[in-house]
């Protein structure tokens, strides 16, 4: 192997690491999640009162203000503008994207288990897909649509559709992680045009903005100060968004130095694993027979999708999780 060969060889190396480190936070994010939903994190400092709403408020507000500060010590007031059209599409994506994805996929995972809410959600591409093919973006090969037929039977799988109904099924769990990955793929479709003019750090900024003030009208500020949240509280809430929103993307962002955007888009496929891993480890959920079958389904389903077509005409972005 040539000098050359062998360093492009080690950055992409170092470009899958990063990528993994921010699939292992994002896996953990969930299932700290779920511990504050089920009152197994700290429930004497009253973390167990924590509701999504609460928790996806939190962790969009405290990650606006982390990004603004730190664009605002960077940048410099003057930088942080956008004309007023893309400003309306930043807005759009920050309540129908960050907003109701944040929400609906921590109702997922407070209504089912962080197994079965991942899952879900991450057939996002699958309906990216499908709406590529309908209007005409992207040719129906026949491996896609395998790969879409494999998505809903591995859903099925994972919700226990089949099987001898030993897997709870609530259906508004479903479907909040229906909604949140119906979310996330138009974050992907209506997103990529936007994401090509300004730099990923400026939209996320005025899509949590937009996201945050979105919020305190739903939730007042007010509401917030009479549940009395103590301190501890107030801490796992910011330490939550950075470790949900904050350094994922920072690795996911080094990953993109290192590797082109679809190799990065598929590693981070690997998030779905990790989280399912982790909470069985730490929240001891149990993993089915018939459920490993279906994320393998899924998983794979995903990995098809996603492989590089010469014939298409745009490639997906990764949603903001």
Known sequence: MSPVAAVEK???YRGYLYIACSAVLWGMSASLGRAAFTGRLLPSSGISRIDPLILSQARTTFSFLVVLLGLLITRGPARLRMPWPDLGRAVALGLAGVAASNYFYYLAIQRTNVATAIIIQYTAPIWVLLYMVLRKL???TLPKMIAVALAIFGIAFVIGVFGQGQLRLDSAGVGA???AAFSFSYYNIFGHSILGRYDRWTVLLFTTLAASVFWIFLNSPWKIAAAHYTGAVW???FLFSLLSVLLPFAFYFAGLQYLSPTKAIVVSCLEPVFTILIAAAALHESVRPLQAVGMLMVLSAIMVVQR??????????EPVD
Request: glycine share 4%.
């Open 177 to 179: 992680a229906l909604v």
């Open 138 to 140: 992207e040719r129906a």
């Open 10 to 12: 080690a950055r992409s």
């Open 308 to 317: 590089p077509v010469d014939s298409d005409k745009t490639q997906l972005i």
């Open 235 to 237: 801490g796992f809430l």
